[in-house]
């Protein structure tokens, strides 16, 4: 069991030597470089800004050129009024076509309408990008202070199993000099077998803790660190400055909003169809064709410009009426959606507010809980040490300040948990 013991804090002793020292900043940074989820809003964010460049939106006029080669192997007769007859056989006749025509678009409300929504859309695009960034940050969030949380859970169960072998040995001296009892040793080899399994399973569960935070930033999952667990509260929290901030800041409501907005223009450009719409284009052709001899026409080419200007206007369209109806409707559907996510925000501050404030008496409980077993396993240890006290009452000190240790632990990382929520309703959890 000594031997254990030993290479569990030797494996301790040697990781945390280790391994990098990755601060709550860190993550954020690596997860922003690597997170596979941002990276693929921001290649979105890419491909909006490319629609709304003017050349994908047809400002420019498009240009094509078009040629051809035909052949014609075959006889043919004539007779004319006035007696004469021509006649062909096995004969080759081929000819050639080559043409280079423009096209623009002169005048067209509803491109340049769909060009302003589609700028629209960028933002809405943006504003997607930072949701999926504040989602992402505040799993990193989580999961981080849950490491720490696990981590700090394991140095107590650390200074737990060192207090016991120190209790074992004790015991086994008190033997040997006829002042204990064999089973005091039994008692203490138990505690410590005990101990070491609930280090040794706190130690895979940090293990595996580790591993969904590297998965969670994007980077191999087997990187090993240690992580800064001291965690500051933040003491300018305001419930009034939280709520009015979460009017113009939390995401999910601006997202929303922006929605609102691009789906406003769809009218614009309902509206837009009733406007004329003014089209030109130009062409350069050449034709030519070389007939076999006996032909009414040996060789014939023709070439020349054209030019047109086009007003083309749908004067009536049955359909447009209840496009717009329901275009209306939809609208009045996504600002109810609006009312309701901010209702629902300002609950959800509250509540997450209540428990801030519960999770912040708690970690005042916990503080003084630590402090009076901290207190108590002192005497009760000088007591022991005296043979006022029996082994067993001395364990139990022992796991009540283990015990209060952890409720400590779990008490200070959930008080920062609670408080980044209501950092990320405010929409303040990126800088």
Do not use: H
Not at 320 to 348: G, V
Not at 354 to 369: C, G, I
Not at 374 to 379: D, P, Q
């Amino acid at each position: 069991m000594k031997n254990i013991t030993w290479i569990i804090c030797i494996g301790l002793s040697v990781s945390l030597y280790s391994q990098e020292v990755l601060t709550i900043e860190d993550a954020k940074v690596i997860t922003l470089e690597n997170n596979f989820g941002i990276l693929i809003a921001k290649n979105n964010v890419e491909i909006a800004r490319n629609q709304t460049d003017k050349k994908a939106n047809g400002y420019l006029p498009t240009v094509t050129a078009n040629g051809g080669l035909s052949g014609n192997f075959g006889g043919s007769s004539q007779k004319f009024g006035n007696g004469n007859e021509a006649s062909t056989a096995n004969a080759f006749t081929w000819g050639a076509n080559a043409s280079v025509a423009a096209a623009y678009t002169i005048l067209d409300k509803r491109r340049d309408l769909t060009l302003d929504q589609l700028k629209e859309s960028l933002t809405l695009t943006d504003l997607q990008l930072k949701q999926t960034i504040e989602q992402n940050l505040l799993q990193i969030y989580n999961i981080y202070y849950q490491v720490a949380q696990l981590s700090e859970n394991v140095s107590a169960l650390q200074e737990a199993i060192n207090i016991s072998n120190e209790r074992l040995r004790r015991a086994e001296y008190q033997l040997e000099l006829g002042q204990g009892s064999g089973l005091d040793v039994l008692n203490a080899r138990v505690d410590i077998q005990r101990d070491s399994v609930n280090i040794l399973n706190a130690v895979m569960n940090l293990q595996n803790e580790k591993r969904n935070l590297n998965v969670a930033m994007g980077r191999n999952a087997n990187i090993d660190f240690t992580i800064d667990s001291n965690s500051e509260l933040e003491e300018n929290l305001d419930l009034e400055s939280i709520i009015e901030a979460s009017k113009s800041e939390n995401v999910q409501l601006l997202v929303n909003r922006q929605n609102l907005i691009v789906s406003e223009m769809d009218l614009q450009i309902i509206e837009a169809e009733k406007k004329p719409t003014l089209n030109a284009s130009a062409s350069y052709d050449y034709n030519y064709s070389d007939n076999p001899p006996g032909a009414f026409i040996n060789t014939s080419n023709s070439r020349g410009l054209a030019a047109n200007i086009g007003l083309n206007w749908t004067i009536f369209d049955g359909t447009r009426d209840i496009r717009k109806q329901n275009t209306i409707i939809s609208l009045s559907n996504q600002q109810l959606q609006i009312d309701q996510i901010q209702q629902e925000i300002e609950r959800d501050i509250l509540n997450a507010w209540a428990n801030y404030e519960n999770a912040l008496f708690v970690l005042e409980v916990e503080k003084n809980a630590v402090r009076t077993n901290e207190e108590n396993f002192v005497r009760t240890e000088e007591q022991v040490s005296i043979g006022r006290l029996s082994s067993i009452e001395f364990r139990q000190a022992q796991l009540n300040l283990l015990n209060s240790q952890t409720s400590l632990n779990n008490a200070k990382f959930n008080a920062r948990l609670r408080e980044i929520q209501l950092i990320q309703l405010a929409g303040e959890l990126i800088d």
